[in-house]
């Protein structure tokens, strides 16, 4: 029975000495009794006994020792080089860090339309490799890139599973999620976890069916702002609202809205007390639309409320053009597992014009609004509104901080907070 490639190497270190300090006749010797041994050639086995404990100056202090136990890795040539991962993650932080099975249906369209308004410079060879590149490989490339954008803790408020089932209060058609115009809305308070005194509240409203969504910002959770909010979103559509879903907040279940809804034939319901799930849709998207890009800070002045409209300006486009969604189209059951289908990710705009009951009229605008529009410039707007919004907050820490504290009983300046 033949020896190990352990016991080989073994051998090797024992008689490598031996070999180097032998006489020529000796060498012979050593050399036949190493080729019994090990089934080596002669050629190869003399090259091993020579080179084994070798030591080779590359540098000013710095030497390598040929050792016998160490394998040399074979050096694959990548496919998907520095250069491919160079333009993929530029691609990658401009739609604002998908995931490979998000990100790959999108990559060719994205590549062509940052070319052409000359965001990235690639060549063919690189074009090339990136029109075949699949979503796996995709993650692995950016893992570490992903590594640097990870949270050390994360918040407890993400979207739960999904479910649908609201309490009608009057119905002029059939609430139909396979169609753009049913929407859900809900408020974001942007209290800073400090709930007392009025701050901004974000109205964020999405479409069932094609995800498309609108966003917009008020004073407070009057009846007022609320409802001259969903007029303006409602304006905005690029289809026709008609059915509207909410919680039970008084700011939607009030007679004002109520009557809007009766006299322009809007299907309105509200959710079920306390199942934040019954209006799953828009919890998804105050997570990753609201919280992601306004943060948690604390907004009640009339600056913020400003800065806040002209991020969501910004922002709606972005989100209804460039970022693409995944749809779960079954969920089965097997035992204790639970497995989920999800479609092709696509951009809400994507999906409205996949649908057949929208106006050429309403596609040819979109088409022409989608051609006219830089992601990238998207990107750094929305950037530099963020920039603005927390340079405002920390400028409203340090002016509250300075102002003197004074004591209840004696009426004296006592503190600085």
């Given at each position: 029975m033949g020896l190990t490639m352990k016991e080989r190497k073994a051998i090797t270190r024992e008689?490598?000495?031996?070999?180097?300090?032998?006489?020529?006749?000796?060498?012979?010797?050593?050399?036949?009794?190493?080729?019994?041994?090990?089934?080596?050639?002669?050629?190869?086995?003399?090259?091993?006994?020579?080179?084994?404990?070798?030591?080779?100056?590359?540098?000013?202090?710095r030497v390598i020792k040929a050792d016998v136990k160490i394998k040399a890795k074979r050096q694959k040539k990548r496919h998907y080089d520095e250069s491919v991962k160079r333009v993929l993650t530029k691609i990658w932080t401009i739609y604002s860090y998908p995931c490979g099975k998000r990100l790959k249906p999108i990559l060719g369209e994205a590549v062509a339309r940052l070319k052409g308004f000359g965001e990235i410079s690639i060549d063919r060879d690189t074009d090339e490799r990136l029109s075949k590149i699949?979503?796996?490989?995709?993650?692995?490339?950016l893992k570490e890139e992903k590594k640097k954008y990870e949270l050390k803790g994360r918040s407890h408020t993400k979207p739960g599973t999904l479910l649908?089932?609201?309490?009608?209060?009057r119905t002029?058609?059939?609430?139909?999620?396979?169609?753009?115009?049913?929407?859900?809305?809900?408020?974001?308070?942007?209290?800073?976890?400090?709930?007392?005194?009025?701050?901004?509240?974000?109205?964020?409203?999405?479409?069932?069916?094609?995800?498309?969504?609108?966003?917009?910002?008020?004073?407070?959770?009057?009846?007022?702002?609320?409802?001259?909010?969903?007029?303006?979103?409602?304006?905005?559509?690029?289809?026709?609202?008609?059915?509207?879903?909410?919680?039970?907040?008084?700011e939607f279940i009030n007679d004002h809205l109520y009557r809007y809804c009766l006299s322009n034939k809007?299907?309105?319901?509200?959710?079920?007390?306390?199942?934040?799930?019954?209006?799953?849709?828009?919890?998804?998207?105050?997570?990753?639309v609201v919280r992601k890009y306004a943060g948690y800070f604390r907004y009640?002045?009339?600056?913020?409320?400003?800065?806040?409209?002209?991020?969501?300006?910004?922002?709606?486009?972005?989100?209804?053009?460039?970022?693409?969604?995944?749809?779960?189209?079954?969920?089965?059951?097997?035992?204790?597992?639970?497995?989920?289908?999800?479609?092709?990710?696509?951009a809400p705009y994507q999906r409205l014009l996949e649908f057949s009951h929208i106006s050429d009229t309403v596609k040819r605008k979109l088409e022409r609004q989608y051609e006219l529009l830089n992601p990238a410039e998207l990107h750094r707007h929305i950037v530099r509104v963020q920039e603005q919004l927390i340079e405002m907050v920390a400028y409203k820490k340090t002016e509250r901080s300075m102002k003197p504290v004074y004591h209840k009983r004696c009426n004296s300046c006592y503190a600085y907070v």
């Open positions: 008689l490598s000495e031996r070999y180097k300090k032998a006489t020529k006749k000796e060498k012979g010797v050593i050399l036949d009794e190493f080729t019994v041994l090990t089934g080596y050639n002669r050629a190869y086995a003399s090259y091993l006994l020579i080179t084994h404990g070798k030591t080779i100056k590359v540098a000013k202090g699949s979503a796996s490989t995709i993650d692995r490339l649908k089932s609201q309490i009608p209060i002029f058609s059939e609430w139909d999620e396979q169609r753009p115009g049913f929407i859900e809305v809900d408020l974001v308070g942007h209290e800073g976890g400090d709930p007392r005194g009025e701050f901004i509240q974000s109205l964020c409203a999405v479409d069932i069916y094609s995800g498309w969504t609108e966003i917009d910002a008020g004073s407070n959770k009057a009846q007022k702002w609320v409802f001259e909010a969903i007029d303006e979103m409602r304006g905005r559509l690029p289809f026709e609202l008609l059915g509207l879903d909410s919680d039970n907040g008084a809007i299907t309105f319901t509200r959710s079920r007390k306390y199942r934040k799930n019954d209006n799953c849709y828009v919890e998804q998207k105050n997570y990753s009640d002045t009339e600056e913020e409320l400003q800065v806040l409209k002209e991020l969501y300006r910004y922002l709606r486009l972005y989100i209804n053009f460039f970022q693409p969604i995944m749809k779960q189209v079954s969920k089965v059951r097997v035992g204790s597992k639970v497995i989920k289908r999800y479609d092709t990710a696509k």
